[in-house]
């Protein structure tokens, strides 16, 4: 059974950092393109970023650009994203996703399993 566990959610003063995890079961993450998008209220599903299975390629959003780092560590089948000086802008649900294609993908149609959601809420 796949399954994700995301962590590192919270509520951070705008400036701040916080680091989300997200780790699998149920399959190797090393074959999948994984991402991480996010959904703010009202608003549609937003890629945030995205890593291939070689991590040779990645891709962040403009509106992150400089701000947030992709990883993964093979090893605990885990991906990370590193978010720093956070933003008001930033305040959503944040989901790990993982696609069957190894190259990077952006549209989240492309993503064949997702995590339950970690909220991040930027607020002074």
């Known amino acids: 059974q796949v399954q994700f566990v995301e962590s590192g959610g919270g509520l951070v003063q705008p400036g701040g950092s916080l680091r989300l995890s997200c780790a699998a079961s149920?399959?190797?993450?090393?074959?999948?393109?994984v991402g991480w998008f996010r959904q703010a209220p009202g608003k549609g599903r937003e890629g945030v970023s995205c890593?291939?299975?070689?991590?040779?390629?990645?891709y962040y959003a403009d509106s992150v650009k400089g701000r947030v780092t992709i990883s993964r560590d093979n090893a605990k089948n885990t991906v990370y994203l590193q978010m720093n000086n956070l933003k008001p802008e930033d305040t959503a649900v944040y989901y790990c996703?993982?696609?069957?294609?190894?190259?990077?993908?952006?549209?989240?149609?492309?993503?064949?399993?997702w995590g339950q959601g970690t909220q991040v809420t930027v607020s002074s």
């Open positions: 890593i291939s299975s070689s991590d040779d390629g990645i």
């Open positions: 149920g399959f190797t993450m090393d074959y999948y393109a």
């Open positions: 996703a993982a696609s069957e294609y190894t190259i990077v993908i952006v549209a989240a149609s492309q993503y064949n399993y």
